[in-house]
């Protein structure tokens, strides 16, 4: 399991910063002596300069010679400006990444990605994961506990190993474009995030709904998020890539899973729909990936991607359907989404207490990770 180790930035109290004030008052009412130049250098002749003086520096800089600032042109100083960048394009995209949670949830989810969504998975499917923690002795600045009951309470910053220990050189990132946000805004849509497992598979995963539910859809209603607007929680970026990014991407295999795992704010933690909207989105952008890199006929062969976010122990199990990228109202057909939202895993610690063991483990929901992982 994971090492933690924490200590106090700094050992100082009431009583050191009393002594540290009355030594510097002391050391602050000594007076030093006015300098006086010796007779000796009087009788040599030599001139001494008082550097108060406000013209003490103007005879040397008059007799140096100035020199060019190397700095300005010299390759290695130059910051280059933004439109440089290999990936910069002049139209600015809406940009998901995962950083700002969804107002309205996985209401304001199932609008930017067009789909039905179903409380329930089939009964023949069920899905969970138990992720790992790293062992990693490095001690990090950790954040700063807040106790929202004693909120008064000033805790110190201490140092440790984090619950979430990122290794951003061994996990591959994905990013899914597509062309607009359909009736909303024609700019593109980019998303984009960087997950901690991805798992591929020699053949594509087979759908979930046949093509007589999938025609269903076009009579069903997306959920109503008004007055909020569905880019509300869109960022805003010039630098993206217009095709779709997955790992290995020559290689015969289509994405099956990818399993990410996301730390709370200590202070202002996501809701449980606010945590689902944002695997939601997570899934619908590997699925647009994936189905850019194959260039598949959605219409015959829909694309399915399956993701699943540990958060405080809790699950959140998507299964994404991709039947369309054409995301305006004009299109009848709509993407379908199953979500599980919040499904307790196991009882997790506070990241200042000492995780040794799991004490319990839902074994439900072990079950389900299991079989959503064989299920193909």
């Given amino acids: ?66 020199l060019p600032d190397l700095r300005e042109t010299h390759p290695a100083f130059r910051v280059p400006s933004i439109e440089e960048h290999p990936l910069y394009h002049k139209v600015r995209c809406f940009l998901f990444d995962g950083t700002v949670p969804m107002s309205d949830g996985i209401d304001q989810a199932a609008v930017l990605s067009k789909a039905i969504v179903k409380t329930e998975l089939p009964e023949t499917v069920r899905d969970a994961i138990l992720h790992g923690e790293k062992y990693d002795p490095t001690l990090e600045k950790l954040p700063r506990r807040f106790d929202p009951v004693l909120f008064w309470v000033h805790h110190p910053v201490v140092y440790g190993t984090p619950v979430l220990k990122r290794l951003f050189d061994r996990d591959e990132p994905i990013s899914g474009t597509l062309p607009n946000i359909g009736s909303f805004a024609e700019n593109p849509l980019v998303l984009r995030f960087q997950p901690d497992v991805c798992l591929q598979v020699s053949k594509p995963v087979t759908p979930w709904c046949n093509r007589r539910e999938v025609e269903e859809t076009s009579h069903m209603q997306l959920p109503s998020i008004a007055p909020l607007s569905p880019l509300i929680d869109l960022g805003s970026e010039h630098i993206y890539n217009e095709s779709g990014v997955v790992p290995r991407p020559n290689a015969e295999v289509s994405l099956h899973t990818v399993l990410w795992s996301r730390e709370q704010n200590q202070k202002y933690p996501w809701t449980k729909e606010q945590n689902a909207g944002n695997a939601v989105l997570h899934t619908f952008g590997a699925a647009v990936a994936e189905a850019s890199r194959r260039r598949r006929n959605l219409d015959e062969d829909p694309v399915v991607v399956k993701g699943i976010q540990l958060v405080d122990g809790k699950l959140d199990i998507v299964v994404f359907q991709l039947n369309t990228t054409d995301l305006s109202t004009e299109g009848r057909i709509k993407n379908i989404v199953w979500v599980e939202k919040g499904c307790p895993l196991y009882e997790p610690k506070p990241f200042y207490e000492q995780l040794t063991k799991i004490d319990h483990v839902n074994m439900d929901t072990f079950k389900k990770f299991v079989a959503v992982l064989w299920n193909k």
């Fill in 1 to 66: 399991m994971v090492f933690r180790k924490y200590r106090p930035v700094k050992q100082w109290g009431k009583m050191d910063t009393r002594i540290f004030k009355a030594i510097l008052k002391a050391r602050n009412n000594r007076k030093m002596q006015a300098f006086n130049v010796p007779a000796a250098v009087k009788a040599a002749g030599i001139t001494v300069c008082d550097p108060n003086e406000p013209s003490f520096f103007t005879p040397i800089t008059r007799a140096a010679n100035t």
